[in-house]
């Protein structure tokens, strides 16, 4: 009898990635798309920007919690976020993957599918041009991401100017809290608060608002670590400090205290939802700097100011605020 669901070591490298990418949709861009010893993508511009990123399995992601097309989608995510805060449109991905031999097919199938999902709402303009597939005891994602800057020139985080507006675009909070849901020993929790799982699952970072955002923005990167990390990195990068409204910040806090309350309830752990706010990663929101006055693109909020560079990089109103979030080598 046929196996239905055969592993990926039953089927071996070729057939096992022939069925995978079989999900994938061509983008204009790509001459040569997978299939080759590499891929040939068209850029006008003549230039391009390139990030990576790894996830890990039990490090960086779990798959009690999160599906193989979770985990597509989210590596997509991830990487697109960075390079829409660099001004870019995103127009390529590469994939590579360790997975354990048993892993059934159609996990990897799903992953692909997840792939593809994200490429579809967060870069439709890109496509997974080729990568990977190699054994292993646990699963590693790793993708490279391409962008093309179509004329203007990359955002970086040395441009912020004394004066400066701080705005965000995307959620902050959310996945931090979605996680702590998802940790939680009563698993009807993140059931009942399902949107903030959800974040943390599915980032969902406002990637179309990047290239616009290039048009006035003076310095931009997208916040994985943690609001402060990120803003720290921004304040040091441009020899400036940075100092955030509380006031602003609120808005984020507050839709996720109910979700606060509920844990604290059950387990008598008392957590803070403006420590999510601030210290919280994996939400992948565009954090910028723009001149005061100038036109912002709509989606972006006013969340504080850059301001003259003094012994702290980051103020939370006038009380120094110390960085804190997630490292990818500390965990």
Not at 103 to 108: A, G, H, I, P, V
Not at 116 to 144: C, H, W
């Amino acid at each position: 009898m046929e196996n239905v669901d055969p592993t990926v070591a039953e089927l071996g490298e070729v057939e096992a990635l022939k069925r995978a990418v079989a999900v994938f949709r061509r983008a204009p861009s790509t001459l040569v798309g997978s299939g080759d010893d590499a891929a040939v993508v068209a850029v006008e511009d003549g230039r391009f920007v390139v990030t990576t990123d790894t996830m890990v399995e039990y490090h960086d992601f779990r798959r009690d919690f999160s599906t193989a097309f979770d985990l597509g989608y989210k590596a997509v995510a991830s990487n697109v976020a960075d390079v829409a805060a660099m001004g870019a449109v995103p127009n390529a991905l590469v994939v590579a993957m360790v997975i354990p031999p048993a892993t059934k097919q159609s996990w990897l199938e799903d992953f692909a599918k997840g792939l593809q999902e994200g490429i579809d709402q967060l870069a439709p303009a890109a496509e997974v041009v080729g990568g990977d597939l190699a054994s292993g005891s646990q699963i590693v994602i790793s993708v490279t991401a391409h962008g093309h800057l179509e004329g203007r020139e990359p955002i970086l985080r040395s441009g912020a100017k004394v004066g400066d507006v701080v705005a965000v675009a995307g959620t902050l909070g959310r996945a931090a809290c979605g996680l702590d849901l998802l940790f939680h020993e009563d698993a009807t929790l993140a059931k009942a608060y399902d949107e903030w799982a959800s974040v943390q699952r599915r980032p969902q970072p406002p990637v179309s608002l990047g290239p616009v955002a290039a048009n006035t923005a003076t310095s931009m990167l997208d916040v994985s670590d943690s609001l402060t990390l990120d803003a720290t990195r921004i304040a040091k990068a441009s020899t400036v400090s940075i100092k955030l409204n509380k006031a602003a910040l609120e808005g984020y806090a507050a839709v996720l205290e109910l979700a606060q309350q509920s844990m604290t309830a059950r387990d008598g752990i008392v957590r803070s939802a403006m420590d999510w706010v601030l210290f919280g990663g994996e939400d992948h929101a565009l954090l910028a700097t723009f001149p005061a006055g100038s036109e912002m693109p709509k989606g972006f909020k006013i969340i504080g100011e850059v301001i003259a560079q003094t012994s702290t990089p980051l103020y939370l109103d006038q009380e120094p605020l110390t960085p804190m979030g997630w490292d990818s080598i500390k965990g």
